[in-house]
């Protein structure tokens, strides 16, 4: 006879299952998280002339990089890239996403996507998050607009996106906003 401890194996407690069902596949998109979400503390609205800056990943970490700068009714996306998952931290997880619910919330506000360059902590995401944020231009060097487009090649159920190819020193007009361009120096051309 089993002791008090000792439980049936085949029996599923609820942490258990829990733990099991921690991540569930979507029907056309990533693998998302069946963990409660917290509820969310409200955003006071822009007062007349602040700029609003919005890290949606990428703080103290390598990749996942996106941002968002909000000015009035506008919404500037920079970068929507993805984290790698490891065999320490997230063991069965290729990838993470940023956390874009304020910009899905706010999506008839996001006017353009910035891409600063191609390596996939700053295009990773773009197949999974730029229709949920209402497929808006996204703005980039060459190299860095065909290496998307291949990337996208992958994921034919999805809206074609569009590329706008911006030249270094370029101003870029984004409603009543400009956006100059400046060429850096990176491990990748045309950043």
């Known amino acids: 006879m089993p002791s008090k401890k000792e439980t049936d194996p085949k029996k599923k407690t ?15 998109g990533p ?13 006071p609205s822009l007062k ?15 990749g996942r990089n996106m941002t968002a700068i909000e000015i009035g009714n506008d919404i500037i996306v920079v970068d929507c890239g ?17 956390n874009t ?11 353009a996507m910035f891409i ?15 229709d949920r944020i209402g497929n808006p231009t996204i703005y980039t060097r060459k190299l860095t ?3 998307i487009k291949k990337r996208q090649e992958e994921f034919p159920h999805l809206p074609k996106v569009n590329i ?14 400009t956006v100059q361009s400046f060429a850096v120096t990176h491990t990748i051309p045309d950043s």
């Open 14 to 28: 609820g942490a258990r299952m829990q733990r099991m069902n921690i991540r569930k596949r979507t029907k056309n």
């Open 31 to 43: 693998i998302k998280s069946a963990a409660p979400r917290k509820k969310a503390m409200p955003i």
């Open 48 to 62: 007349e002339g602040d700029i609003r800056i919005i890290p949606l990943g990428g703080v103290e970490e390598v």
């Open 82 to 98: 993805f984290g790698f998952g490891g065999e320490g931290d997230t063991p069965g997880v290729d990838y993470i996403l940023p």
């Open 101 to 111: 619910e304020y910009l899905e919330t706010n999506r008839s506000k996001v006017r």
């Open 116 to 130: 600063t360059h191609g390596h996939l902590d700053h295009i990773g995401g773009i197949p999974y998050i730029i």
């Open 145 to 147: 607009g065909v290496m």
């Open 164 to 177: 706008v190819e911006v030249e270094k020193d370029e101003k870029i007009r984004v409603g009543i906003h």
